[in-house]
């Protein structure tokens, strides 16, 4: 497994959460569970296949079959250097599409063509281009939880980790103090309060991370002695603003890694908490839970059936595609 701070085929580490994980699994689904990952790791091998998983997903897909692991960042970067014909995406359709996009001549497959996400379903490629007409000159700076099609209409790509660095390269190479960034207005308001830039935002939300409030932050700290509060930058700005720390899923790990602190709350999707738990087994996460349907649409079952069956191949239009990925590069290319 390979993440931003772990090594390739680390498996003795894998194996040890591998473990954790089994112990708090009846006996009948710990059956089925080690069938799938065997299963997975003899397919990936016969099809010459590696998984990209998202930090969001569970614990058994994370630490039994990913080959890389990480934020949306890190996922995009690492496809880019993928020896492998096959790649297949644990995570969202928009995080599949950028897989494909950094890899034209790969075959991407995601297990269930269904895992959207609300962002990337809240702007449309005419909405972007509407918003450009309202506002001409300005540069446009998607956030990667887009479609290829809205990417394709945009200057930048960014994620959670280099909101703030994208929005400030951007304006500099425009020669302009605002921008337009889009889809998540939490995202938005948030990079606004880093930066003397403005940001003119889109009026989309994370429906994981735009339901938790201040108030919750309030009743984990009473809870709770001496917890340390990590936030997701797609959180509302109260919330943000009453955490410790805020930083995308990968600054979040690397935080805790860092600190090793005593007690911990992250506020973000669920499995995160046990993803990053398994590794830092002195800190206790205490879990506000809010879980994305999305991702849970991703399981090791059906990243099998997808390995089987070579199925849900992602396709983008070339003309879209080459357009799109001009967008991610220029991301991919800032220092
Ligand atoms: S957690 Fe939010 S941003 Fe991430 S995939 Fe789910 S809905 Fe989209």
Known sequence: MQSSNTCANNYSFADRAYASISQRMLPAELALMQDDIAAVRRLKQERNAIILAHNYQTPEIYYGV??????????????????????????????????????????????????????????????????????????????????????????????????????????????????????????????????????????????????????????VRAQYENVTVLAHPECPEDVVEVADFSGSTAAMADFIR????????????????????????????????????HMKRITLGNIRLSLETMGKEVIIEPVIASRARISVERMLAIP
């Open 66 to 219: 990913a080959d890389i692991v990480g934020d949306s960042l890190v996922l995009a970067r690492e496809a880019m250097n993928v020896d492998a014909s096959v790649i297949v995406v644990a995570g969202v359709h928009f995080m599949a599409e950028t897989a494909k996009l950094l890899n034209p001549d790969k075959t991407v497959l995601i297990p269930d063509s269904r895992a959207g996400c609300s962002l990337a379903e809240s702007i449309t490629a005419t909405d972007v281009r509407n918003l450009r007409r309202r506002h001409p000159g300005l540069p446009i700076i998607a956030y990667v939880n887009t479609s290829a099609a809205v990417k394709a209409e945009v200057e930048y790509c960014c994620t959670s980790a280099n909101a703030k660095r994208v929005v400030e390269f951007a304006a500099h190479e425009a020669g302009t103090d605002t921008v337009i960034m889009l889809p998540d207005r939490y995202l938005a308001a948030n990079t606004a309060r880093t930066t003397s830039i403005n940001i003119i935002a889109w009026d989309g939300a994370c429906e994981v991370h735009q339901r938790f409030a201040a108030a919750d932050i309030a009743h």
């Open 258 to 293: 860092k600190h090793r602190p005593t007690r911990v709350a992250l506020i973000t999707e669920c499995s995160m908490s046990d993803n990053v738990a398994a590794e830092v087994p002195e800190t206790e996460f205490v879990k506000p839970c809010n879980l994305c349907p």
